[in-house]
C-alpha cells in the first residue's frame, strides 16, 4: 500500500535508531505512521510504502516499510518547509520573503542559482553560498536512502552509514560497491555483488574476493560463531565467488598482512580464522577472565552450607544437586560459567 503526504507532527522518535511515530496527512485521511525514518521532520512530503496494522493499546497504524522524502509542490508548503529551521540562514521571514518573489522556483533556485537570492534583503553573496550549502545537503541525505534501497539496506542502515561517509556517501559506493560489507551488518553480499558485476566489477578481482571472504565470516558471526575452520572458509568462499581455490587463498594471505583478519593454530594442526575485531573483543574477554580468575575470592561466605540450609528452611525451597553445584561454583570460584535457560515452575 502507497500513500503520499505530509508529516504534521512527530509524536515520538529514538535518536538512537531514528524509529519514528508520527501523525501523517493525506489529502484523503490523517493517520499515523511508524516505522524508521531518520533525517524526517514536521513539515516534510513522503511517499510512503508499507501496511495497515492494528496495535493493541493505539489502534490502527500505517507501519513503513519504505519511504521517499519529496521536495513540497504546494506555495504553502514550500513556505513551511523553508520556514522550519532545517536550512541553515533561512527562518520564517526570510521564508516568505524568498516564495513571494520566486514562488515555487525557490527550489530550483536553491539548487542551482543560489546568486539570485541577493535580490532578497538581509541575504548577502556570502550568505548565499551558506543557505545553498545547507539545502543541498539535505538534499543529498534524501538520495542517499532511496539509492541504498537497491541494495537491501533500509532506512535506518541509511542513516548509519551516510554518518560514516558523509556527504559523498553515493559517489564512495558507486566506486566499490563492497564497501557495504564492512559498513552495514545487514548488507546482503549477493544483492551487492550482482548490481557490482553490472557496473563492471570483475569476477576474479580482489576487491571481489576479499569482500566475499569478509561476508563469508560475518555470517558465521551472525550465528553465533566468532572463528571459522580454514577449509570450511575455504570451501564457502569458492562456491560463493566462482572463483579458483588459489585466488581465495591468496586473498585471505592479503588479508592477513592487512590485519583485517587473523589466523590461528589450535589443536591436531587445523587453522581457525577470525574477522580482526572479533578476535581482539575475545582475547579481550578471555585476558579479563583469567585476570578476574586469579584475584583473591573476597565473596566467599563463611559457613555456607549451613547458611544455604537455613535458607531453604525459611523460604520453603529445596534446591536440586544441581542447583547447589552451581552455587558452591559460584561460591568457591572468582569466575563460573553457568549455561542453560531458567526454568519455572
Known sequence: ????????????????NSYTIANFETKEVETTIVGYLPFIEK????????NIVEHPEYGTQFKVETFE??????????????ASGKIKGIGPATA?????????????????????????????KEKTVEISNSFNSNWDVWRIVGYLEKYGIGASGAEAIYKK????????????????????????FMQIDKIAIEM?????????????IKYALKLATNNGHCTV?????????????????????????????????????????????????YYNAEKNIAENLLALNNYL????????????????????IELSEKQKEALYAVQNNNVCVITGGPRYW
Request: charged share 35%.
Open 1 to 16: 500500500m502507497e500513500l503520499k503526504g505530509e508529516v504534521k507532527e512527530i509524536i515520538y522518535r529514538n535518536e538512537i
Open 43 to 50: 513539515g516534510d512530503t513522503l511517499n510512503i510504502t508499507g
Open 69 to 82: 522524502k519529496l521536495m513540497p509542490e504546494s506555495i504553502d508548503a514550500i513556505e513551511k518547509y523553508l
Open 96 to 124: 516568505k520573503k524568498m516564495v513571494d518573489k520566486f514562488g515555487k522556483e525557490v527550489i530550483s533556485i536553491l539548487r542551482y542559482e543560489p546568486e539570485k537570492l541577493v535580490c532578497i534583503k538581509g541575504i548577502t
Open 165 to 188: 561517509l558523509g556527504p559523498t556517501t553515493i559517489e564512495q559506493i558507486e566506486n566499490n560497491p563492497y564497501i557495504l560489507i564492512d559498513l552495514s551488518p545487514k548488507a546482503n
Open 200 to 212: 563492471g566489477m570483475e569476477l576474479d578481482s580482489d576487491t571481489r574476493i576479499k569482500s566475499g
Open 229 to 277: 575452520l580454514y577449509e570450511n572458509l575455504l570451501q564457502f568462499s569458492k562456491e560463493l565467488l566462482g572463483v579458483s581455490e588459489e585466488m581465495i587463498e591468496n586473498n585471505i594471505i592479503s588479508l592477513k598482512v592487512n590485519k583485517e583478519i587473523v589466523i590461528e593454530d589450535r589443536e591436531e594442526n587445523k587453522e581457525w580464522v577470525y574477522l580482526q575485531n
Open 297 to 316: 575470592n573476597v565473596k566467599e561466605i563463611d559457613n555456607f552450607e549451613k547458611k544455604l540450609k537455613k535458607i531453604e528452611e525459611n523460604s520453603d
